[in-house]
T-cell receptor, first 113, second 108 residues
Framework: EAGVAQSPRYKIIEKRQSVAFWCNPI?????LYWYQQILGQGPKLLIQ????????DSQLPKDRFSAERLKGVDSTLKIQPAKLEDSAVYLC???????????FGQGTRLTVV | GNSVTQMEGPVTLSEEAFLTINCTYT??????LFWYVQYPGEGLQLLLK?????DKGSNKGFEATYRKETTSFHLEKGSVQVSDSAVYFC???????FGEGTQLTVNP
């Protein structure tokens, strides 16, 4: 079974530029999560989708971050404009339900210079 | 909302030592509880889980028991190996809230 796919693996951009990350969840998984993991910290939930609807985006900085999950499958997370403090690993995860745990992709490491 | 508190790290042990990593949670109701492991340069992998009180999750020699009386889900292993060196995260609930992680280093 294919796992959660994310791209790109690494990205370096200058502050004030924009960037987008892509996630393809495991087939059949209705729930999709995006997390931000700053070095040395635990992952912080940015947004959770159930199919193509948003369940929780309370910690998403909506002035600069946006995410969508068209057709309830793939998802993209965008940052515009980026700040230095956005440097982190962005993790995507998916699950069939919400009680059994989620499967994570390898993440995208973003460096903002 | 849910929150998770893990013991402060890092933890350094010798091979074959006993491991305990503490985790406590706060939540309304009884959320599912998880332990994830993250090896260097990789994403998080689900290690074990428990979905209701008194459940014991186990995998690869690791165990954790869902204790509603103490709101805890401590991770244990009787004999650690060098290959267990990684960061361990406790997680809770349908929003999958994580603790700050505990770095484990096992020396030969």
């Amino acid at each position: 079974e294919a796992g959660v796919a994310q791209s790109p693996r690494y990205k370096i951009i200058e502050k004030r530029q924009s960037v987008a990350f892509w996630c393809n969840p495991i087939s059949g998984h209705a729930t999709l999560y995006w997390y931000q993991q700053i070095l040395g910290q635990g992952p912080k939930l940015l947004i959770q989708f159930q199919n193509n609807g948003v369940v929780d985006d309370s910690q998403l900085p909506k002035d600069r971050f946006s995410a969508e999950r068209l057709k309830g499958v793939d998802s993209t997370l965008k940052i515009q404009p980026a700040k230095l403090e956005d440097s982190a690993v962005y993790l995507c995860a998916s699950s069939f339900g919400t009680t059994g745990g989620a499967f994570f992709g390898q993440g995208t490491r973003l460096t903002v210079v | 909302g849910n929150s998770v508190t893990q013991m402060e790290g890092p933890v350094t042990l010798s091979e074959e030592a006993f491991l305990t990593i503490n985790c406590t949670y706060t939540a309304t109701g009884y959320p599912s509880l998880f332990w994830y492991v993250q090896y260097p340069g990789e994403g998080l992998q689900l290690l074990l889980k428990a979905t209701k009180a008194d459940d014991k999750g186990s995998n690869k020699g690791f165990e954790a028991t869902y204790r509603k009386e103490t709101t805890s889900f401590h991770l244990e292993k009787g004999s650690v190996q060098v290959s267990d060196s990684a960061v361990y995260f406790c997680g809770s609930g349908s929003r999958l809230t994580f603790g700050e992680g505990t770095q484990l280093t096992v020396n030969p």
